[in-house]
């Protein structure tokens, strides 16, 4: 492991959940749990995966970093730059197009002040179009942090974020 990816590591309690991760996954195929340690050192490092947070799981799992990199880059769950407190991450795919996501997007874009992709200057908010998040038989919908909203009006959105404390 270089200097650099000495910087990162994972606490003791993240520790024995990536044990428990391996232990679902067969002893010769530790590579095979490199989306749920994803998951583990996005919470764990602030949100978000930087380039020594990629390089450290790489590491962690024993594979190739670019392997990594592929997994990281092709799901909208990882994220590659830091987030807001609040993550709201709107789904503008099929079924909830087909419901008027895209008033749920104005919405948010109103309540928010920002454009898709946008973080807000006091790092309370980021805003991000997401595809499919499964919740499509209660479309139109979206994410903040580890919650789902479902069937939302654009009212709703603007209650919701005025909820947040
Ligand atoms: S299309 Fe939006 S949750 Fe599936």
């Not at 104005?106 to 997401?130: I, N, Y």
């Amino acid at each position: 492991m270089s200097e650099l990816q000495k910087t990162l590591q994972f606490s003791e309690a993240a520790l024995q959940q990536a044990e428990l991760i391996f232990q679902r996954y067969p002893a010769d195929r530790r590579d095979s749990a490199v989306m749920p340690l994803l998951h583990l050192a996005q919470r764990e490092f602030g949100g978000w995966l930087s380039q020594e947070a990629l390089d450290y799981v790489a590491a962690f799992v024993g594979m190739p970093p670019i392997r990594v990199y592929e997994v990281a880059t092709f799901y909208t769950m990882y994220n590659l730059k830091p987030v807001g407190k609040y993550h709201v991450q709107v789904c503008t795919n099929i079924s909830c197009w087909l419901c008027a996501s895209d008033d749920i997007v104005k919405a948010l874009q109103e309540k928010l002040r920002l454009p898709l992709g946008g973080s807000s200057s006091d790092g309370r908010f980021t805003l991000t179009e997401v595809e499919c998040l499964g919740a499509c038989v209660n479309a139109p919908m979206m994410q903040i942090n580890d919650d789902y909203y479902e069937n939302l009006t654009p009212a709703q959105v603007s209650e919701i974020i005025d909820r947040l404390p």
